[in-house]
């Protein structure tokens, strides 16, 4: 059986999205983000079923987001920051020997790129705070999930899918 070319994850501001659409583009496959599928599949923005539904239906949704995604054998996926925290996230993700890449980055190269605006629930009050937080929090189920780590601060997008490429 196949598996996804590649899952990226990594906390908010690490660069999954933009470098999924990259390395997909690169391998001249799909590529799949799983907080879209949320978005597409419940007509509302993340924000949104944050505050009308809270963060449990949100992992819910994300979950079978997820389970989705990962029947997609010619697809590079991309995770939200929270996706793979679950057990349940973590025992679909390591059933199978999917290629999982961590992209690290510090508060200060991540900070920048979120932006910290209101579509990150769960980055108000304190955003950098918080994302630290969240950050020491889910780095142990990060590395834990990881094939491949790769310290983003300092590289292009260009460099990032050079190096997940040349550990696939």
């Known amino acids: 059986m196949q598996v996804p070319y590649a899952i990226l994850i990594g906390p908010p ?95 200060s190269v991540a900070a920048p790129r979120v932006g910290f605006n209101r579509d990150r629930p769960l980055l108000l009050g304190n955003p950098r705070a918080q994302w630290q937080s969240l950050y020491d929090a889910r780095r142990p189920i990060y590395e834990k999930l990881a094939t491949i780590v790769i310290k983003v601060d300092s590289m292009s997008i260009d460099e990032i899918v050079h190096t997940i490429k040349l550990g696939l």
Do not use: M
């Open 13 to 107: 501001g690490s660069g999954k999205s933009s470098v999924g659409r990259a390395l997909a583009k690169r391998l001249g496959v799909g590529f799949i983000d799983s907080d879209n599928l949320v978005e597409k599949k419940s007509g509302r923005k993340i924000s949104d079923i944050f505050v009308n539904d809270g963060e449990e239906v949100f992992r819910d949704l994300e979950f079978e987001a997820l389970t989705a995604a990962l029947q997609d054998t010619r697809s590079v996926l991309s995770l939200g920051g929270g996706a793979p925290i679950s057990e349940r996230a973590q025992a679909a993700l390591t059933e199978r020997e999917f290629p999982i890449v961590f992209l690290d980055v510090s508060l």
